[in-house]
Nanobody
Framework: QVPLADSGGGTVQPGGSLRLSCVNS????????MAWFRQAPGKEREFVAS????????AYADSVKGRFTIIRDNAKNTVFLQMNSLNAEDTAVYYC???????????????????WGQGTQVTVSP
C-alpha cells in the first residue's frame, strides 16, 4: 500500500503562490514515481506534473510549465508542488498520485497511477 496525504491548498489571489505537500507513509523507493493531478468542477482529472525517484526527471503540463515546480524530498517521503503566478484557471482540487513501476514523462493519464491522495482544494479568486 502507498497511503498518500496531500495538503497545502487554500484560497489565493491571482498572481499569488501556494505550495502543496504530499506525504507518502507507505512504500517508497526508485519504483515509486509520483505526480500531481487536478480536477476542476465538471472536468476530467488532468495531469499537472510528475517526478521520478531521483528528482532529475520531471514533466509538466503545458498549462503550468514555467509557473509550477515539482520537487521531492526522499528523506521525508514528501513531494511538493510549488505553484506561482496562479490564475483562475488553476482553481481545482489537486491530487497527489504514485505508481509502482518505471517513470516516464509520457505517463500523463490517470490509468498509469494507482495510488491517490484525498485531494486538496486550491481556489484562485480576487
Amino acid at each position: 500500500q502507498v497511503p498518500l496525504a496531500d495538503s497545502g491548498g487554500g484560497t489565493v489571489q491571482p498572481g499569488g503562490s501556494l505550495r502543496l505537500s504530499c506525504v507518502n507513509s507507505g512504500r517508497t523507493g526508485p519504483d515509486y514515481p509520483m505526480a500531481w493531478f487536478r480536477q476542476a468542477p465538471g472536468k476530467e482529472r488532468e495531469f499537472v506534473a510528475s517526478i521520478a525517484w531521483t528528482g532529475g526527471n520531471t514533466a509538466y503540463a503545458d498549462s503550468v510549465k514555467g509557473r509550477f515546480t515539482i520537487i521531492r524530498d526522499n528523506a521525508k517521503n514528501t513531494v511538493f508542488l510549488q505553484m506561482n503566478s496562479l490564475n483562475a484557471e488553476d482553481t481545482a482540487v489537486y491530487y497527489c498520485a504514485a505508481r509502482m513501476g518505471t517513470y516516464s514523462s509520457t505517463y500523463r493519464h490517470t490509468r498509469f497511477w494507482r495510488y491517490w491522495g484525498q485531494g486538496t482544494q486550491v481556489t484562485v479568486s480576487p
